[in-house]
């Protein structure tokens, strides 16, 4: 659900806080949740969303059970074991609980508060509203030239698949996407949009405040023995990181 170079964002604001990961694995796997090949119109994705962002049948981002992910795939592995390995699932761990923030507090609001674009054309309206969300990327790509999709996703080969359910061949095929998107900019169609479905400062928000809840997650389940049947991290939260945004998403208001 949130962009990619959110995810990446909020990745570079979290390595320091794990000086013993490797960078370059645990910066893929901020990604690597997005490894679904898209068909022609991005509605669906081989595998499936439900595969690699732990959703049942109908359940939207909001319902991610990311701490099956946790207990299947990263509570018994040790990093002294398999850094690479580790940080890998480590980063997709952190994509999956931020894509749930990101469902709770920018899309909710966002159909809240554009409820007449929605229910006009909802397509087209999601069309529009994340023609801000990556052109809010794109700028942030360009105006970066050290940030860690240039340092670490641009100048390094593509890790293997650390996880049995993420085919090799998808994620390095997203990958491919995700450099070509970002590196490759035709034109500057980014810089005279008016962002009003969402600004740079509600971008940095989000960014800023989901970097604070994992910390707060992360420090949560490491020491529990057993998770006693959780299955996201919304239930190792108080409630303030979970409210949807209430201020004007955007530069101005429109559609409300």
């Known amino acids: ?4 170079i959110s995810h990446l964002r909020i990745a570079e604001n979290l390595l320091p806080h794990f000086p013993n990961v490797d960078e370059v694995t645990f910066t893929f796997g901020n990604l690597s949740p997005d490894s679904g ?7 669906e994705f081989d595998p499936p969303k439900k595969v690699t962002h732990f959703l049942r049948k109908g359940e939207g981002e909001e319902a991610i059970h990311d701490l099956v992910y946790y207990q299947q795939y990263l509570a018994t592995i040790k990093p ?3 850094i690479q390995r580790y940080s890998f699932r480590l980063g997709y761990f952190f994509h999956l609980m ?3 923030l990101w469902a709770k507090r920018v899309w909710e609001a966002t ?16 069309s529009l509203v994340k023609g801000d969300w990556y052109g809010l990327d794109q700028l942030y790509v360009r105006n970066h030239p050290e940030h860690i999709f240039w340092r670490v996703i641009m100048a390094n ?9 993420v085919k090799v061949e998808a994620l390095h095929h997203q990958y491919d996407h995700i450099c070509k998107f970002y590196s490759e900019q035709e034109d500057e169609w980014f810089l005279s949009i008016p962002y009003q479905y969402l600004s740079e400062t509600t971008m940095t928000r989000i960014v800023n405040e989901s970097t604070e809840a994992v910390l707060i997650v992360h420090e949560k389940v490491k020491s529990m023995k057993n998770l006693d049947g ?9 409630e303030s ?7 004007p998403l955007g530069n101005q208001s429109v559609g409300n």
């Open 111 to 126: 159909q809240e508060q554009f409820r007449p674009l929605f229910d006009a054309d909802f397509k087209n309206a999601v």
């Open 157 to 165: 080969p593509y890790p293997p698949s650390y996880l049995p359910f």
């Open 1 to 4: 659900m949130g962009t990619w």
């Open 241 to 247: 990181p979970l409210t949807p945004y209430k201020e």
């Open 98 to 100: 931020c894509d749930i």
């Open 37 to 43: 090949v898209p068909n022609t119109d991005w509605t």
């Open 80 to 82: 002294e074991g398999d």
């Open 230 to 238: 959780l299955v996201s991290s919304i239930s190792l939260l108080p």
